[in-house]
């Protein structure tokens, strides 16, 4: 018998191991919306590749208690010529405020880092709930960041701390965000984590939390792949012989049909899985 399995799409999902981590995952938070408020920072430069080729990003944290995400780009559309800084986002519990253009390098790390990365500064908040949904809209501003410029997810080297930064180059002595996240017993390693959850989780699904209704991740518990079945004009299930599905393939479906009690996902013209296979 003719047998091939197809689909070998392999999905990673990170269990990090955090307490925070799980809150922001298990409790499904969604980050704000990226928003583009164009600010004054007026030198365009490119990166070391050229406009438009950043080779990942910098995570910042501001050092400042009790200043909002708003209220510090304000402050830098205000003074960043006499403060010689400027970065591209502003990221609090609240919103993420992209106010630069990332095709464009910023002033937030030294030089070297400043013709490679894209800058993002978190802010700080006061509790622990505020603490998860700005890291979480942190992660979802990296992870989008790396994907709009078809960038790995690559930690210590398309993400890193401004700490990493300081210590590899030496043009500046910022060692952010290790302390800060010390104070909640969080760590660049766990949110690392967490920023690779969400980058698998937007590439595969297009969502951080994975929730996608036209998306299918596919697991048979009895057996290495997945059957599929057609579904005739008479609306009776036919075994297919020749072909499956890998385990943990994940497959795009237009339809679903019930027959018989049991669901059906469409994942090509003629080929149906049944929804009990859903990983
Ligand atoms: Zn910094």
Not at 208 to 220: L, T, W
Request: some cysteine; glycine content about 6%; hydrophobic content about 35%.
């Amino acid at each position: 018998m003719l047998f091939s399995i197809i689909g070998l799409t392999h999905i990673t999902t990170v269990k990090a191991d955090s307490k925070i981590n799980d809150y922001i995952i298990s409790n499904k938070i969604k980050p704000a919306a990226i928003q583009n408020q164009e600010g004054t920072f007026s030198e365009w430069t490119g990166y070391r590749n050229g406009v438009g080729h950043p080779e990942g990003v910098v995570v910042h944290e501001t050092s400042e208690a009790n200043v909002t995400a708003q209220q510090f780009t304000d402050r830098f559309n205000a003074n960043w010529p006499k403060l010689e800084t400027y970065v591209h986002a502003f990221v609090d519990d609240n919103k993420i405020l992209n106010i630069h253009n990332t095709d464009y390098a910023v002033w937030g790390a030294g030089p070297t880092a400043n013709a490679r990365y894209v800058q993002v500064e978190l802010c700080r908040v006061n509790s622990y709930d505020a603490f998860a949904r700005s890291l979480s809209n942190d992660a979802y501003y990296i992870a989008s960041k790396l994907i709009q410029y078809n960038l790995p997810d690559v930690p210590g080297q398309t993400v890193i701390s401004h700490a990493q930064a300081s210590n590899t180059w030496h043009e500046t002595t910022h060692q952010d965000p290790v302390y800060y996240f010390s104070i909640w017993g969080y760590n660049m390693d766990q949110f690392n984590d967490l920023i690779k959850t969400y980058y698998n989780n937007l590439k595969t699904y297009g969502d951080v939390n994975g929730q996608n209704d036209h998306v299918i991740k596919v697991h048979n518990a009895h057996g290495d792949f997945v059957p599929l079945v057609g579904i005739n004009t008479d609306n009776q299930v036919v075994p297919i012989e020749n072909r499956a599905v890998a385990n943990d393939s994940v497959w795009y479906t237009d339809q679903s049909k019930t027959v018989d009690g049991v669901t059906y996902r469409r994942v090509s013209t003629h080929e149906w899985i049944a929804e009990t296979y859903k990983a």
